[in-house]
């Protein structure tokens, strides 16, 4: 990855996971808020599909604050009716550094 991203706020200093994170944050506020969804209707569906969640929870997610376990990450996908590939990438962005975490993430998940 290139490392001229200094200051750009869609490409966070850092190792890719932090890049995965932030877009990951950034993209379960989005389709959560498209949904129609509030943190606390899907604090309360993780809850009942047996990820036990407040809503503080999914603020500090939505901020990046929290980690999410893969487990969590593809529920998270389910409850709010989207793919695990549109919480983890941002097909909007077309930036360098998006197509490729793009290619990487798609990738990683064909293995």
Known sequence: MSSDTAGDPEYPQGTPSDFSDAI??????EIRQV?????????GRMTAVGHKMHRSAIAKIEVGDRP??????????????TTLMDL?????????????HRERVEAMIRV
């Not at 990951?24 to 506020?29: D, E, G, H, Q, T």
């Not at 999410?68 to 009716?81: D, F, M, N, P, R």
């Not at 983890?88 to 490729?100: I, M, Y």
Request: glycine share 10%; no cysteine.
């Open 24 to 29: 990951f944050a950034r993209r379960l506020r």
């Open 35 to 43: 949904a129609g969804v509030t943190q606390q209707q899907l604090a």
């Open 68 to 81: 999410v376990s893969i487990g969590e990450a593809v529920q998270l996908a389910g409850q709010l009716g």
């Open 88 to 100: 983890v990438t941002d097909a909007r962005s077309d930036s360098p550094e998006e197509r490729l």
